[in-house]
């Protein structure tokens, strides 16, 4: 099977913990104490969000990005 890559958002809330959010999957989020921790804990929500769509026959969403460079 091909590997998959996200692209996955990292923000610190209010409380000083890490929020990582996979956009490209509605409503995977994840959190740690730490930056790393929180990448470590996506990587395993993303996992098991793709094998419950795996599991009920629906499409693995997947997106390609593209890079646009402009003159500011």
Do not use: T, W
């Not at 989020?29 to 098991?48: C, P, Y």
């Amino acid at each position: 099977m091909e590997d998959m890559k996200y692209k996955v958002i990292v923000s610190q809330d209010e409380d000083g913990i890490f929020v990582a959010e996979c956009l490209d999957l509605p409503g995977c989020v994840s959190q740690g104490k730490s930056k790393a921790e929180a990448l470590k804990n996506i990587k395993d929500a993303i996992q098991g969000y793709l094998e419950s769509l795996k599991k009920h026959g629906e499409k693995i969403p997947g997106r390609k990005a593209e890079i646009v460079a402009v003159s500011a």
